[in-house]
């Protein structure tokens, strides 16, 4: 069965910096498009940035265009985003999902990870 692990998630101040990892298990993951989503409290559950299985297609939100890096290790089953100059509207839950290269929805998701920026 298919489960993505997530971790890195915490309590920061405005200006630093987190890595959130998701260790993916029981998919062909160097098949499988990559994302990560996040969830404000009251808000609908929005794209953040997405990865192909190649990494050499990738996109962000222009809410953390310049701060944020999705990456990913294909050795490892493993896809990362590194938060740098977070600011406190970065705050909400972040999840790992994944899907297949022709799908429109991501079949896959992590149990999510909280993140808060205090000011």
């Known amino acids: 069965q298919v489960q993505l692990v997530e971790s890195g998630g915490g309590l920061v101040q ?5 890595r ?3 260790v993916a298990s029981g998919l062909p993951f160097s098949q499988w498009t990559m994302a ?3 969830q404000a409290p009251g808000k609908e559950r929005a794209l953040v940035a997405v990865i192909n299985w190649l990494g050499d ?4 939100a222009d809410s953390v265009k310049g701060r944020f890096t999705i990456s990913r290790d294909n050795a490892k ?3 990362y ?8 509207e970065d705050t909400a839950v972040y999840y790992c999902a994944a899907k297949s290269g022709s799908s429109l929805r991501y079949n896959y998701w992590g149990q999510g ?3 808060i920026v205090s000011s």
């Open 57 to 60: 297609s990738i996109a962000y």
């Open 20 to 22: 959130l990892s998701c």
């Open 113 to 115: 990870t909280q993140v």
């Open 36 to 38: 990560w989503f996040r």
């Open 81 to 88: 985003l590194q938060m740098n100059s977070l600011k406190p």
């Open 77 to 79: 089953n493993t896809v």
């Open 14 to 18: 405005a200006g630093d910096s987190l």
